[in-house]
């Protein structure tokens, strides 16, 4: 059950949740083609907050991350690398990442990524 209309907008089963929208291939491919698709939870003024239900088949590719954003992983998994760094967050089910604004590197997904995010 999902409600996006009421003063506190909520999606019942956001980890199985199936009703996504076709977000399309994702931007700055390296290898492979990546594909999106995803719910839309709540998008304030400005675009901030945004927040809602992100679905990945695997790829990788380069990211720059434009506001601080929360991600918990629910599915899949995916390896960050942080570019001019050792960094490297490998995510998969119950891991919580904060990336703050500012972040860049690449994103390698190898298995189906499901991710519920909040950008601030």
């Known amino acids: 059950m999902t409600n996006l209309s009421s003063s506190a907008p909520h999606i019942h089963g956001a980890t199985t ?6 977000w399309g291939p ?14 839309l939870l709540h998008k304030g003024p400005d675009n901030s907050p945004e927040t809602g239900v992100w ?10 991350v434009p506001r601080d954003e929360f991600c918990h992983f629910v599915a899949g998994h995916v390896i960050y690398r942080r570019d001019g760094s050792d960094e490297v967050i490998e995510a998969g089910p119950g891991t919580c990442v904060l990336f703050p604004a500012g972040w860049e590197g690449t994103a390698e997904i190898t298995e189906t990524l499901r991710n519920i995010y909040m950008l601030v």
């Open 17 to 22: 949740y199936d009703d996504l929208v076709d």
């Open 26 to 39: 994702q931007p700055d491919m390296t290898v492979g083609q990546s594909h999106s698709t995803g719910r």
């Open 55 to 64: 679905v990945c088949t695997p790829g990788t590719w380069r990211i720059s």
